[in-house]
């Protein structure tokens, strides 16, 4: 496979660095956890690391604003760790991806501390979505625009004591940029060849389907289609010449694009423009043979055309946890779904994860394993006090928010705080240390065994095309170039292997007549 192509069929490991190890002792996880945690992840066999985003923030939303991006914040290190790390990772056959977020900047970004300062009708504030307000005396919002955060009922726009409002989809410390100023472009350009310059890989767009708006700001309800601001025609001419900056350092970029509508997602996968996009399709579907099926399907079908690899995700920082989803009544992922208390199967849902990593790792396309996915780490509960998430406390206190899947690592089963580090920022539950590296490390049948092992063997199945298998109702058999095979067992009796010479990896025993249980996955050779 040419050099340029790794990403096509890649491992990618996201790095939450705020929960991964805390190198000083302070209970953020930091760059100097990640170097020294380095070793683990290549005996993982990770191709390329996704860091959240490291830069300069105050932490409103985990970092997802960001003040300075040139900056890497001071709990987690500095620019030239950021270089070490990069380095060092790239010296073990890793490479780096960084986290932008076009949409929008921190409020303590200079450019909107000027715009504050500068007052309506300034320069400063074109470079962000500024307006007055209807109603009498300005006092409503200038429209009718939702929350980006889903269940939250507070408005998007924020107003200022000089009577102008300002716009912002996520939190209020979180203002939209005005993607139709060309100083607004530019500097994202210059902000890729940043760390282009250092050596990073790839990047990962946040919100990549939200930057550019109606200039008007018209309503919703009154002007739905095309969209006001998810998914706008304009979007592609920003990323094609973004794509014109990556291809001048053979960088990558993956889009994060919520879009339900397969046709318009796959625009940005175009070959001029995105690499590769998130597959929320494939996170959100419920642990359901027919339903598993139609979404690979669908999934390969929308990426052909436009000679795009898929990517397969089963969770991230904003998600529930695999093994916590695939345990409850609804095996689906839905913003609007999430609630406290709801009742968890964690040995069904382990079952199913491991399962359902022997699954992704088999298909065609690039894989994303989130920290603490190959620790089989379940959600969390955060006792509401600790609680740090936006999310939640935007939404009213109803959404337990995402912080239960954020928690910090455990490393070591006999060390304070499971070997994260300090007092970690969000607190581990009772049990955790049972989940830790070193527990699992020797043991060929814990989590962390299956995704190596997984990982190691993940080559055998090649770059070729997935072909469907015959197979009993309820179970997913394809196979793929080079005769390896996987099959799943989604229905509820035992089924038998299709005909093989050697069985290469399974998530779980076999019965005691060689079938394949319920949940259960195997990989095998023809
Ligand atoms: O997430 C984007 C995001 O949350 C939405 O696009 C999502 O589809 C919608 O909110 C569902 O409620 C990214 C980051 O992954 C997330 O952590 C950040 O909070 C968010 O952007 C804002 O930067």
Redo the contacts with the bound molecule.
């Keep these: 496979m040419a050099q340029q192509d790794w990403w096509r069929s890649a491992v990618i490991y996201q790095v939450y660095v705020r929960s991964f190890a805390d190198g000083d002792g302070d209970g953020t996880g930091d760059l100097a956890g990640v170097r020294a945690g380095l070793p683990y992840l290549a005996e993982l066999g990770v191709d390329a690391l996704w860091f959240n985003p490291w830069y300069l923030s105050p932490m409103k939303?985990?970092g997802?604003d960001v003040a300075d991006y040139r900056a890497v914040d001071p709990a987690f290190g500095n620019l030239a760790e950021a270089e070490k790390l990069i380095a060092e990772a790239r010296e073990l056959g890793i490479r780096t991806i960084v986290d932008i977020?076009p949409?929008?900047v921190s409020d303590r970004h200079p450019w909107f501390r000027a715009a504050l300062q500068a007052g309506p009708g300034s320069p400063e504030r074109e470079l962000f979505h500024f307006r007055r307000g209807r109603g009498r005396r300005g006092e409503l919002p200038p429209n009718d625009w939702p929350s980006?955060?889903?269940g939250s009922a507070e408005p998007v726009w924020t107003r200022l004591p000089d009577g102008d409002w300002y716009l912002h989809l996520?939190t209020p410390e979180?203002p939209d940029l005005n993607w139709a100023h060309p100083v607004v472009r530019q500097e994202h350009e210059d902000i890729l060849r940043f760390w282009f310059e250092r050596g990073v890989a790839g990047v990962r767009i946040?919100?990549a389907a939200?930057l550019a708006k109606d200039p008007a700001l018209p309503d919703l309800a009154s002007a739905p289609d095309p969209h006001p601001f998810v998914d706008r025609d304009e979007l592609h001419d920003i990323y094609r010449s973004w794509r014109a900056v990556a291809d001048e350092y053979d960088a990558v970029f993956v889009g994060?694009v919520?879009l339900p509508d397969t046709e318009r997602f796959a625009r940005y996968l175009r070959p001029d423009e995105l690499h590769t996009a998130f597959n929320f399709s494939f996170l959100s579907c419920p642990w359901d043979p027919e339903r598993l099926r139609a979404s690979i399907d669908t999934t390969l079908a929308e990426h052909a055309p436009v000679g795009a690899p898929a990517t397969w995700v089963l969770c991230n920082?904003?998600v529930t946890r695999t093994v916590t989803r695939y345990g409850r009544e609804d095996t689906g992922f839905d913003?609007a779904a999430k609630a406290f208390g709801t009742p968890t199967d964690l040995a069904l849902g382990t079952r199913r994860a491991r399962a359902a990593a022997l699954l992704t790792l088999a298909l065609p396309g690039a894989v994303y394993v989130y920290q603490g996915e190959e620790l089989g780490l379940p959600e969390a509960d955060i006792p509401r006090d600790r609680i740090e998430d936006p999310m939640h406390f935007r939404s009213g206190g109803t959404d337990p928010g995402?912080d239960g899947c954020r928690v910090p690592l455990p490393w070591a089963a006999g060390a304070p705080h499971a070997g994260f580090g300090g007092e970690p920022w969000l607190p581990q539950p009772a049990g955790w240390a049972s989940y830790a590296v070193d527990r699992q490390s020797g043991d060929p049948a814990s989590m962390l065994s299956l995704y190596r092992e997984a990982i190691r063997l993940r080559p055998a199945f090649g770059d070729g095309p997935l072909t469907w298998l015959p197979a009993p109702e309820g179970v997913l058999a394809f196979a793929r170039a080079q005769g390896s095979l996987c099959v799943v067992n989604l229905a509820d009796t035992p089924a038998d292997l299709p005909p093989h010479s050697r069985l290469l990896l399974a998530s779980g025993p076999l019965d005691p007549r060689g079938r394949l249980p319920k949940d259960t996955a195997v990989w095998l050779h023809g």
């Design positions: 939303d985990g997802y977020v949409n929008h980006q955060f889903v996520f979180q946040d919100s939200l994060e919520w920082h904003d913003f995402r």
